[in-house]
């Protein structure tokens, strides 16, 4: 069966200091990955799109950038963490086609002081 | 336009009531459509997947689609407390691996 593991599951950062979230999915190949973030009491916003190795699509212009070195890791980073950047942080995976239902992992809860 | 709406709720049920959810996107070429679970703070959890027009039923829950009209809807029979959450309404849009999400609508269901 198909796993997703997301990590940390909480942060708290400073101002101006980078990131690193990584998600990693288990049990299938060639997956679409994506990152989602939710602020307090808010949707889900997509934040990047991934179908393949090194193939990254951006939603959202912003501080972030995502990166996919192979084929079931999926990065989040940023250079210099703003306030606003505070959130729940999602990564999801669905089959490597059209339309299909998305998975989530835990989440990771990113406060930034 | 947002992309997919829903009403922000609450949406307050009595136990063993109805409960019914709705959500409206704007693609019209939009070919898949979810219904998702989301506890506070957890992760969204997949409820339901229609794909055509009409109903599905899945125990307890109904989903309803009307492309012709850009609807989706959620009928929860017999609700129960340990249904109160946040239910998140997903469209893939036309031709495209974006799916995007409704803001959600939060549903209490009263003991």
């Known amino acids: 069966s198909q796993t997703i593991h997301q990590w940390p599951a909480t942060l708290v950062q400073p101002v101006g200091s980078p990131l690193s979230l990584e998600c990693t999915v288990e049990?299938?190949?060639?997956?679409?990955l994506y990152w989602y973030r939710q602020a307090a009491g808010r949707g889900l916003q997509l934040l990047f799109y991934?179908?393949?190795?090194?193939?990254i699509s951006s939603e959202v212009p912003q501080n972030l950038s995502a990166s996919r070195p192979q084929d079931r890791q999926f990065i989040l980073s940023s250079k210099k963490l703003l306030l606003s950047d505070s959130g729940f942080y999602l990564c999801?995976?669905?089959?490597?086609?059209?339309?299909?239902?998305?998975?989530f992992g835990q989440g990771t809860r990113l406060t930034v002081v | 336009q947002k992309e997919v709406e829903q009403n922000s709720g609450p949406l307050s049920v009595p136990e063993g009531a109805i409960a019914s959810l709705n959500c409206t996107y704007s693609?019209?070429?939009?070919?898949?459509f979810f219904w998702y679970r989301q506890y506070s703070g957890k992760s969204p959890e997949l409820i339901m997947s229609?794909?055509?027009?009409g109903d599905k039923e899945d125990g307890r829950f109904t989903a309803q689609l009307n492309k012709a009209s850009q609807y989706v809807s959620l009928l929860i029979r017999d609700s129960q407390p340990s249904d109160s959450a946040t239910y998140l309404c997903a469209v893939t849009l036309d031709s495209s691996y974006k799916l995007i999400f409704g803001s959600g609508t939060r549903l209490l269901v009263r003991p």
């Open positions: 991934s179908v393949g190795i090194g193939q």
């Open positions: 999801a995976w669905s089959v490597g086609t059209l339309n299909t239902e998305a998975f």
């Open positions: 693609d019209r070429g939009s070919q898949s």
């Open positions: 229609i794909y055509s027009n």
């Open positions: 049990g299938t190949s060639n997956p679409n």
